[in-house]
């Protein structure tokens, strides 16, 4: 939990920052300033668990990353998504097992 609020702290800090670059700083000197903070923005956003998604038709279940890299069991648990690096949240797997 702690971790969640220091991440949701960085990443408001990171978009003050990138804020202030597109308004005051000019072109030449805050490109490549301006991308590190959105690499970093980006970074730190994948760094905050989501939840999957759960798709079911008819007698398959699925989960998918947000996105949608697609798992078809809930056994098998990637804490990352492998295609963009997305911390996963699988509670709602566990959830649904207990219904």
Same mark, same amino acid.
């Given at each position: ?9 960085? /990443?408001?800090? /990171?978009?003050?920052?990138? !804020?202030?670059?597109? #308004?005051?700083? !000019?072109? +030449?000197?805050? *490109? @490549?300033?301006?991308?590190? @903070? ?7 956003? $994948? ?10 038709? &008819?007698? /398959? ?8 890299? =697609?798992?078809? #069991?809930? +056994?098998? $648990? +990637?804490? &990352?998504?492998? =295609?963009? *690096? ?9 959830? #649904?097992?207990?219904?």
């Amino acid at each position: 939990m702690k971790e969640v609020k220091f991440l949701e702290s960085a /990443i408001g800090q /990171i978009k003050h920052t990138i !804020d202030y670059l597109e #308004r005051y700083a !000019d072109e +030449d000197s805050s *490109g @490549e300033q301006l991308e590190c @903070e959105l690499a970093k923005l980006e970074a730190c956003e $994948k760094s905050l668990p989501k939840k999957v998604v759960v798709n079911s038709n &008819y007698f /398959i279940v699925h989960y998918a990353c947000p996105c949608g890299r =697609v798992y078809f #069991r809930g +056994d098998y $648990k +990637d804490n &990352y998504c492998s =295609v963009c *690096g997305q911390l996963l949240d699988w509670s709602v797997t566990e959830a #649904r097992a207990c219904v």
